[in-house]
């Protein structure tokens, strides 16, 4: 047996001055990394070499850190995602404030869980909560919680909706089933799929999940809305919630929320806006107009380490209702009761909002974040991204060989290349080709959707390294790498 205290077997440093110096050498490393990122692939394939080191089994024995730092250095910082390069468009991923990052490893030293107790990380996220409740335009008596994503944000929504939503029977106890509760939940056919998962998961089932059509513009279509809800309840089922697109992932499109708010009031149904990536545009006068209905749902959610640029992850759920998350969530266990003084003694447990007892310190990089910055610098940088679509959408108008499939007033576009007397089969086979040279060259990094049948390169902007320029580039590339397809078929 090891005797920690001997210092044999330790899992602290042996020489603290060593950790110290390889400490500042990946400071060092890193900021050298993030300085030059323009100037390096925005993602390159994994060689066979490396995917094999990535495949070895458990070591037994340690190795010194320095080396598996420089293993590090050769294996993994090479081939990243790559959403922190400048022309990373894909996939609504977040770029990482540098910032950020310090704070990432601040709270990994001091290592806070935070389900609950009296200590300055709880504070830390009860202020930063406070803070995005103002940003939000949330009542200051709501409710919230930081969690890792929008896919667990819509799980506990979703539960916190059927708790309040069953004054008559004890859903916690005997299920909906037990209650005899059949509900059912509305939205779009463009609803981010996690909404599918969360009512999944909630015993709901997918059956139940009224995927609603939508208009030309993608957004939901509110008569036929209101035609489901009727025939459910004539079905003797229970409508239970109604979800809104503050962005929908596919397009961008935000769905009439002022609309969707009239017809939850009016069918009692719980109002869960899925603000993902696009609540953020709140922060602008136009945003404000354009998400009107959104501070008065229910329910929001929406990501901080998307439009809000924070390294994954974070992501926060808010709610309307004081309590409304304790009452679905909060546990009577004896060995996590709350005492009268010391560090049990704080008033709010974060666990008894959620799902997770053991929590990270999500909080703290947002609250670096935000104080290093402050919220308007954030705000200018989402404008920026909205007026780089804009232009970007522009360029793609006036292209004779650029097509502009959909378009939304936030930060996405989705185009595809064309030319005259084209086959749809062709146009799908060249735009996929022009997508994986993009990609695979390491060039530029759209993702893509597929339209009405029709393949095309999607453009999810919430990258605060972008420029201008960087689109310019990248129209250039699919004018040139599609010029060369079409030439050499024919």
Not at 38 to 49: G, I, T, Y
Not at 324 to 352: C, H, K, M, R, W
């Amino acid at each position: 047996m090891v005797d920690s205290h001997t210092g044999a077997g330790s899992l602290d440093p042996a020489d603290w001055e060593e950790f110290r110096t390889l400490g500042k050498r990946i400071i060092d490393d890193m900021a050298d990394y993030l300085s030059g990122i323009r100037d390096r692939p925005v993602w390159q394939p994994v060689p066979d070499s490396v995917r094999a080191s990535l495949g070895t089994g458990l070591p037994l024995t340690g190795t010194p850190l320095e080396e598996v730092y420089e293993e590090f250095r050769a294996t993994v910082l090479p081939y990243p995602r790559g959403n922190i390069h400048p022309r990373f468009w894909g996939w609504v991923n977040g770029s990482g404030v540098p910032a950020a990052a310090y704070a990432d490893l601040l709270a990994s030293v001091i290592n806070c869980t935070l389900g609950s107790g009296g200590n300055a990380a709880m504070m830390v996220e009860q202020q930063v909560l406070d803070w995005l409740k103002q940003a939000m335009r949330w009542p200051a008596t709501g409710s919230g919680l930081l969690t890792s994503g929008a896919s667990m944000g819509h799980i506990v929504a979703l539960a916190t909706a059927r708790e309040a939503g069953s004054a008559t029977a004890d859903i916690r106890a005997r299920g909906a089933l037990g209650a005899g509760h059949q509900y059912t939940v509305y939205g779009s056919s463009e609803t981010h799929h996690s909404m599918e998962k969360a009512v999944e998961l909630l015993g709901i089932g997918s059956d139940h999940f009224r995927q609603i059509p939508v208009d030309a513009d993608f957004r939901i279509d509110v008569d036929a809305l209101r035609t489901a809800v009727r025939q459910d309840r004539a079905a003797g089922l229970r409508p239970l919630c109604l979800v809104g697109n503050a962005g929908t992932v596919n397009t961008g499109a935000v769905d009439p929320l002022e609309d969707l708010l009239a017809v939850a009031r009016e069918e009692d149904l719980w109002f869960h806006v899925d603000g993902a990536f696009g609540a953020f545009a709140q922060l602008l006068p136009d945003g404000r107009t354009l998400l009107a209905g959104m501070a008065e749902a229910d329910s929001l959610v929406f990501d901080l380490h998307k439009w809000l640029y924070m390294p994954f992850d974070a992501s926060c759920l808010l709610v309307r209702a004081p309590g409304a998350l304790e009452n679905a969530f909060s546990s009577s266990a004896d060995y996590i009761s709350s005492t009268a003084q010391g560090p049990a003694s704080y008033p709010v447990a974060f666990s008894d909002r959620g799902i997770e007892q053991s929590r990270p310190f999500r909080a703290l990089k947002v609250w670096f974040a935000l104080k290093a910055h402050g919220i308007d610098t954030f705000a200018e940088t989402i404008a920026g991204n909205i007026d780089q679509i804009g232009y970007l959408t522009k360029l793609a108008d006036g292209s004779d060989r650029l097509e502009v499939v959909s378009r939304s007033a936030l930060n996405i576009v989705c185009f595809r290349y064309v030319w005259p007397d084209a086959t749809p089969d062709a146009l799908n086979r060249v735009n996929q080709a022009i997508l994986s040279r993009l990609q695979v060259t390491g060039l530029a990094m759209p993702s893509h959707t597929v339209i009405d049948g029709r393949f095309v390169l999607r453009v999810a902007n919430n990258n605060h390294r972008s420029t201008r320029a960087d689109f310019d580039f990248l129209v250039e590339q699919v004018h040139a790498i599609g010029d060369e397809l079409l030439a050499s078929s024919t």
